[in-house]
């Protein structure tokens, strides 16, 4: 993540100023932070200046190919995670392009959503590679992060094998968090998965059901939830920044 923000920040680098514009807007909209380029030479210039956490790169550029960005950027080993934009979707494309170090392939046309769902995953991914403080999930649908432990089938949580009552919503935003844990969540990403659209601009109610939560976990323990100023809330063990 960039020294200087709080959101993960997200390079996209394509030719097309469309798509780099759809999804520069849907990605400040979930709450990260945006840069573009618009070919390989300035797009390798803005991940060597930026260090942006992931790259979203499309493969067919004017000036050199996408897999040779990538190509470029492991050879520097710069480990950035890199979602490739392509209209090619051949089985021998794809091979190529993770082989050079790309980590996803995503064709053109696509869904937005998805697009952002992927990014979020990778970025977790990222991030329990680097801290190791991401929660597991077991074939019984039990989410387990440090001494929380929450049933998705029966619904029910526990903390330090004490039994906890929370509200469905609770229920979802606990969820939520632990799905993303050690990812900082703005409030829009929080009220989209939680609430629905209908809720949207409300963001009031997010602060209102995290001090519920807080309330219910922290007699048991250290404080897990964690406020990011001007962002929104982490999922956390407190060393694990």
């Known amino acids: 993540m960039s020294e200087t923000s709080t959101q993960p920040h997200v390079l996209v680098i394509d030719d097309e100023p469309n798509i780099r514009d759809l999804v520069q807007?849907?990605?400040?909209?979930?709450?990260?932070?945006?840069?573009?380029?618009?070919?390989?030479?300035?797009?390798?210039?803005?991940?060597?200046?930026?260090?942006?956490?992931?790259?979203?790169?499309?493969?067919?550029?004017?000036?050199?190919?996408?897999?040779?960005?990538?190509?470029?950027?492991?050879?520097?080993?710069?480990?950035?995670?890199?979602?490739?934009?392509?209209?090619?979707?051949?089985?021998?494309?794809?091979?190529?392009?993770?082989?050079?170090?790309?980590?996803?392939?995503?064709?053109?046309?696509?869904?937005?959503?998805?697009?952002?769902?992927?990014?979020?995953?990778?970025?977790?991914r990222a991030r329990r590679d680097d801290h190791g403080a991401s929660a597991t999930r077991d074939d019984d649908g039990v989410l387990r992060f440090a001494d929380l432990e929450l049933n998705e089938r029966t619904w029910t949580v526990r903390r330090g094998g004490v039994p906890l009552e929370l509200s469905p919503t609770e229920f979802r935003l606990l969820s939520f968090l632990m799905s993303n844990a050690g990812q900082v969540l703005s409030r829009a990403q929080m009220l989209e998965n939680v609430w629905g659209w209908d809720y949207a601009g409300q963001s009031q109610i997010v602060e209102t059901y995290v001090s519920y939560l807080r309330r219910k976990l922290d007699p048991l323990g250290p404080s897990l939830i964690h406020t990011q100023r001007g962002v929104g809330y982490a999922l956390r063990l407190e060393d694990s920044r």
């Open 25 to 124: 807007a849907a990605l400040r909209f979930h709450g990260f932070e945006v840069s573009t380029a618009a070919d390989g030479r300035e797009g390798l210039a803005r991940a060597h200046d930026a260090r942006p956490d992931l790259i979203v790169l499309d493969v067919l550029l004017p000036d050199i190919s996408g897999f040779d960005v990538c190509k470029r950027l492991r050879a520097a080993d710069d480990d950035v995670p890199v979602i490739y934009l392509t209209a090619r979707d051949t089985p021998s494309d794809t091979v190529t392009g993770l082989s050079l170090g790309g980590d996803d392939y995503v064709t053109k046309p696509f869904s937005v959503e998805a697009l952002v769902a992927r990014i979020r995953a990778l970025l977790r």
